[in-house]
């Protein structure tokens, strides 16, 4: 009876999965529509080439010998640590919104200040975000280490690779360990999520693996003895209490590996007391980890203001909201935020609840979950592509074709999401064994969706957790379904068919290339200060600030301003006057010059008036220049530099893609397509040879 159960969760998520793969073939063209997403023809004739490259892939490895698997897996890890450690050194994240105030208090913790920014009593939440980087920027500090921004980056990547050896623990003890540990491997190295998230400083990154982690740990709780077996469930305790001290929605998780140890129990794959041991482990560590955190914010001088916070019914208010798909919308929050009691808080929360469900109606509210759902699982990049605008150090060509690369990794990310979601289907419909450990991950998916899509606010991000499992689920299915084996007729109809395909792709995204110029590029900017609580940055006489532009071609600064004060601004690049403008603050906020390369800007402001001119700005404990901590904060000015074509000048408008580019991209991938249609094992072919001879 309990297997028909367990199976019946994985039923259920596997039909949540099916509709997701419906949602992310067919929805982010017309759904998100500020990205340049493919069309779904073009996903899908992605997607079945890659199949038919995974399968591929499957029947190499069930060809080769051990010694060269295992030197495809040496390779593999080497590629990956490689490929991360590159990203590591060359990108620092700048830290906007959420992380702004979050790095800007653990800098302030880290050198012993125990004052805390107004955000944190609107968001308490973020405390403990806010308490854990402290910590480590503390000891970083400690060692004389003052731009510790790279050294976090690898601490964040080995992190989230440990989700990664925790998945191949696992799929080491399923079916088909050899194949579909060297696609699980593959698809960590290929993953954009995984290195974006990577340098993306914030909880996120920390929640990542945490569901492969317990699973493993779980599975060697129920498999191994004594020392190990506590070993393992310590673990278990310590990550579960983490993942919901850091992030509250993970309370769905802790609820979903509390309920697989009550099924262990039933079905008596552990003794009924050691599920109770392991049940009053787990609550007596979150009690003990909970507590730690709040006296450790109280020592360092954090006060709760009930009256500030924002309500838990705000969020569901805001997720409510038809027109903005139950995602973070500003002026719900502003105005709930406003009211002064937390009784009127609520209370406005309330009424804002009632009349958006008796708005929507019972039709509305279903359409309305639907929208939050595709928000929940069609973007396949998780929102990595959006994670970061602004950055302290990357790459100038990088920066330079920001949107160029970005069309290409969606287009790589949602075609192998799509391929993944294709193996978790199949996996959830059609596995029998180790149903535990299935059935865990499968209420993990059941749990944040429902949290999400139904009561919560949404974003794409909050779906990341989830990532892990399904490909997990999705490299386990690729090599349990069926093999797919070709006769010389099939064969050639299929290559055919791919070219076609293919090509037809290629000259679809060629026009797509053609039809989204870009007229302007942001190169650069500085956004800190504009969120939650706007700074301004009040000019007396002169201000001199830098503009780093990383030997970019640029054309505009724009500055924000509000003063009518009579100004100059100065626009200077090696010493030399490059722009001077003269008017109203207010009226000289777009400053074009000529299009020239500079690795940085100097610019100069001059207030002419009595009064101080207030530019928009943000307070900071680190230099966005070179990432150094400083022992003040101190106001850097907002800006942003662009590069404007010109639109009478054909030959400068930036097409979306190079046709080079899209040419090559498409006989690579049809060249793949074709080598894994066409491979032969060589089992195969003495059989054929043997047949010939008698």
Known sequence: ????????????????????????????????????????????????????????IRRVVNDISDRTYRWCLYIVVALIVIAQAWVALHFIDAARADLYFVRNQAIALAQGSHKWNYYFKVYPNNVNSALFEGALLKVLLGWGIKMPWTILNFFRFVWIDTGLLSGLVMLQHWKHARASS??????????????????????????????????????????????????????????????????????????????????????????????????????????????????????KGYVK????????????????????????????????????????????????IKTRVKKLGKTGLAYHFYQKFGVFYSHGDFDAINLTSQWVKAPSSYIQRQRHYKFWALMLTQSWYLALLVGSIWQLFAQRTHLLITSMLSLAILGLTVFHVL???????????????????????WTTIPAVTLNLNRRMIVSWVMALGITVSMFNIAQMSQKVTIKQISLATQGNGAYFTPTTLAIKNNYNFKVPL????????????????????????????????????????QINYPTFNAKRLDVTITNHGRTPIKYNSGLVHYSAFTGKITKKMHMNMRWGVNRVFNQKDATKVQHLTRYKTIIQMSFFYLFLVLVSIWYRPSSELNTRRSGFLK
């Open 455 to 477: 009561i919560w606010e949404v974003e794409p991000r909050y779906s990341l957790p989830l990532l892990p499992i399904i490909m997990l689920l999705g490299c386990e299915g």
């Open 1 to 56: 009876m309990i297997n028909k159960v367990l199976v019946g969760f994985n039923w259920l998520a596997g039909g949540m999965l099916s509709v997701a793969f419906l949602l992310a073939a067919l929805m982010p063209t017309e759904f998100f529509n500020q990205e340049d997403w493919a069309k779904p023809v073009i996903l899908l004739v992605m997607l079945f080439g890659l199949l038919l490259i995974i399968n591929g």
């Open 182 to 299: 060297l696609l699980f491997m593959l698809t960590w190295l290929l993953s954009v999520p995984v290195y974006t998230y990577g340098l993306f400083p914030y909880n996120d990154a920390l929640v990542m693996p945490l569901i492969l982690n317990v699973s493993a740990l779980g599975w060697l709780f129920i498999n191994k003895n004594s020392c190990q077996r506590w070993l393992a469930g310590i673990g278990t305790w310590i990550l579960l209490s983490m993942g919901y001290v850091m992030k509250s929605n993970l309370i769905v998780f802790l609820i979903a590996a509390f309920m697989t140890a009550i099924f262990a129990s039933i079905s008596k794959k552990v003794d009924w007391k050691l599920a109770i041991g392991w049940l009053l482990g787990s609550l007596i560590t979150l009690f003990l980890l909970s507590s730690f955190m709040t006296n450790t914010a109280k020592s």
């Open 550 to 589: 990383h030997g970019l071609k640029s054309n505009q600064l724009v500055l924000q301003t509000d003063s009518k004060n009579q100004v100059t601004i100065i626009v200077r690049s090696n010493g030399k006057v490059v722009k001077r403008v003269a008017g109203h603050a207010n009226t000289v906020q």
């Open 305 to 352: 203001n009930t009256n500030l916070a924002t309500p838990v019914t705000s969020w569901i208010a805001m997720s409510l909201n038809p027109d903005k798909q139950g995602q973070y919308y500003g002026r719900d929050f502003y105005s709930i935020r406003d009211t002064k009691t937390q009784v009127a808080k609520k209370k406005k929360a309330a009424a804002s």
